[in-house]
């Protein structure tokens, strides 16, 4: 894992200080709350319905365990005794103080960690996928680049006022774990030639206009990396509109003005700007990559497992991936109980993981964009004494990507843009499907819900989406089908008239009916509904 | 009826205009008519509450309730944590809010 340096570690100190000043004056009223407001958005403090919400980021999803113990201190200190873990693979914690906030930015300063640029229309947290470092699949672990991009975008004195808020994800193989395109720049790390390079996709995201990042550039070397994605932000900084927020993404730029210019304006930029002032020497690159060598493995470890007990067996094959390392695997602690919150954690619960991280995972673990916790190296000898730990916690869940590992913002509960609850049709849909045989016949089946159209629960991205609407002050929610944010990203498309809260679970019964009816063999839901078309599942919901 | 509502500055709890101060229990809310942006703005100033705004509501038998959802659950509290709402006790207070 990267650490801190002198520089970093003053950076962040220095913004803590800076913002117990900018708090000290708005509670003497010496500052507005108009005058206020973009200071604590640029320190992740929001208000929302009930109380303030502090977004804590945790960069690319990696943190270890002396950082996952301060999350749970804060959260019994200064919350409620638990947080939530977002689909951009941050933590929120949902009943701050503002007095308060400070005291929460020093300690999370002590184990290097900060809430800078977690809103504001700047460079957010860079994404990743949650296995990095360990998928047997990836060319090269992306953390060192993602890291890269971290410190480049950190308080960037050019980007901090773009026209709206931007994100990047970064990922290393060809399977897409972190809905890559559906960022505003998404970047693929491939090799060439015996080196590795940056496949770059601009202009994806979701929210209200949901468009699939297109290639711009087959091949970045990392020497260049950062003056050629200054280059792609300078662009969309100097044309993407500000006179309507609905349209300053910058996804609406490259529609308007078409990739081709996009990429003509871009090249253009990229060939005047003087390259040695933004890129860092091949050297600084090494420096940050040594922070993410392998751990120490041990090269004999048994590469196989006791597979008798049958409970153990069933989260072994759902939940447990493979890992690079013979005798290793990647373990994904489902946060989806039936019946429970999608992605939020107790603070007991959030202590055990970072012992379980310290005792059996070289003390890492990794936030998923899915609400998930991943242990990436476990030694397969320690996987049933693992699933023990977390069976005993209420941890043990086995249905990564099945139905009930639903994606769901936080909704009408908690936040104040919300139209609709997200969380009470989760936990029902949960409820519907707890029986596990029904959910691993079913199959991989990615149920993603939004309380509004910000798209906060990727229902564009769903094989199964929800979007919870307001319709005349009564909820609603619309069923979308046939979305991807993986490597076969696809765009979800909406069945018909909404259903109230109760037509929406059963709605969802009906269309899983209809893909058990209508699969072949091998195919996922998703799978069906491309072969045969929103029809049969339009007929079945509405007749 | 006219309720005016916001969140205490300090600590952010949800609180409703009593006719003479704010309190965090909307059964304590009064109807202020046309009064609600002066009072507003007035209270703003005195920074005991943060972007207070005026809501649409009407009087039951068991006290002003907010007409739009959104203002139920802040009154309340999230509906998927009973134990952390104003009403922990009361297994039927969620239905007040749908």
């Known amino acids: 894992m990267y650490r801190y340096d002198q520089y970093d570690q003053n950076l962040v100190d220095t913004r803590v200080e800076e913002f117990r000043d900018q708090v000290e004056r708005r509670l003497s009223g010496a500052l507005t709350e108009d005058q206020f407001k973009p200071l604590r958005l640029m320190n992740g403090l929001y208000l929302q319905l009930h109380a303030y919400m502090l977004r804590v980021a945790i960069p690319y999803g990696t943190l270890d365990g002396r950082q996952m113990h301060m999350l749970a ?5 200064y919350d409620r005794g638990y947080g939530h873990f977002t689909t951009r693979q941050n933590l929120q914690y949902n009943w701050i103080k503002l007095d308060d906030a400070p005291d929460i930015l020093a300690d999370l300063a002590t184990v290097e960690m900060h809430a800078i640029q977690t809103s504001g229309n700047c460079i957010r947290n860079i994404s990743s996928d949650q296995f990095a470092g360990a998928a047997a699949d990836e060319v090269t672990d992306p953390r060192p680049w993602a890291e890269l991009l971290r410190q480049w975008s950190s308080f960037h004195p050019e980007f901090t006022y773009l026209p ?8 290393a193989s060809d399977e897409d774990r972190a809905a890559m395109r559906l960022h505003d720049i998404g970047i693929q790390i491939v090799e060439r030639d015996g080196s590795f390079g940056a496949r770059i996709f601009a202009g994806g995201g ?7 990042g297109k290639e711009i550039k087959d091949f970045v070397p990392v020497t260049n990396l950062l003056s050629y994605l200054e280059a792609c932000i ?16 910058i996804k609406i730029l490259i529609n308007a003005l078409g990739v081709e210019e996009y990429v003509r304006q871009v090249e253009a930029e990229y060939a005047a700007l003087d390259k040695q002032d933004i890129d860092p020497p091949l ?13 120490a493995f041990e090269a004999d470890a048994p590469d196989t497992v006791d597979r008798s007990d049958p409970d153990f067996a069933l989260w072994l094959d759902q939940n447990v991936g493979q890992h690079k390392q013979p005798g290793y695997a990647m373990a994904t602690i489902s946060l989806k109980p039936v019946g429970g919150i999608p992605g939020d954690a107790s603070a007991d619960q959030m202590d055990l993981m970072a012992d379980l991280a310290e005792r059996y995972s070289f003390d890492e673990l990794r936030v998923t964009h899915a609400q998930n916790i991943v242990l990436p190296h476990v030694k397969k000898a320690d996987l049933y004494a693992l699933w023990q730990a977390l069976n005993q916690a209420g941890l043990a869940e086995a249905n990564l990507d099945l139905i009930s590992d639903i994606i769901a913002c936080p909704g009408l509960d908690y936040c104040s843009l919300a139209n609709a609850r997200s969380i009470p049709i989760a936990q029902k849909i949960a409820e519907r499907f707890a029986d596990a045989g029904r959910q691993r016949d079913l199959g991989e089946l990615k149920l993603k819900i939004s309380g509004c159209i910000n798209a906060c629960g990727h229902h564009h991205a769903g094989h199964i989406g929800i979007l919870g609407v307001d319709r005349k002050g009564t909820e609603n929610y619309q069923l979308l089908l046939g979305g991807s944010g993986a490597e076969d990203v696809s765009l979800a498309k909406i069945t018909g008239p909404g259903f109230d809260e109760a037509g929406i679970v059963d709605a969802v019964e009906t269309v899983t009916n209809v893909y058990l009816g209508a699969r072949e063999q091998g195919e996922r839901f998703v799978d069906t509904y491309r072969r045969v078309g929103m029809e049969p599942f339009k007929e079945a919901l509405y007749g | 009826m006219k309720i005016l509502t916001g969140n205490d ?6 609180v409703w205009w009593t006719g003479s101060d704010w309190s965090r229990h909307i059964e304590d809310a009064s109807d202020v008519g046309d009064q609600g942006e002066a009072i507003a703005q007035a209270e703003e100033g005195a920074r005991r509450v943060n972007t207070p705004y005026v809501i649409d509501g009407e009087m039951t038998e068991t006290g002003p309730r907010p007409a739009h959802i959104k203002d139920r659950i802040r009154a309340l509290g999230p509906t998927i944590r ?11 207070a969620g239905n007040w809010v749908i």
């Open chain 1, 73 to 77: 201190t804060i959260a019994r200190k």
């Open chain 1, 164 to 171: 709206r808020k931007f994100k990047f994800a970064v990922i």
């Open chain 1, 206 to 212: 979701m929210g209200r206009t949901p468009v699939i």
């Open chain 1, 234 to 249: 300078r662009v969309y900084n100097r044309h993407g509109r500000r006179d309507n927020m609905y349209k300053a993404r």
């Open chain 1, 283 to 295: 050297a600084e690159f090494e420096r940050i990559a040594a922070y993410f060598a392998p751990p």
């Open chain 2, 9 to 14: 500055l300090g600590t952010g709890d949800v």
């Open chain 2, 82 to 92: 009973p134990d952390l709402t104003l009403k922990p006790a009361d297994p039927e």
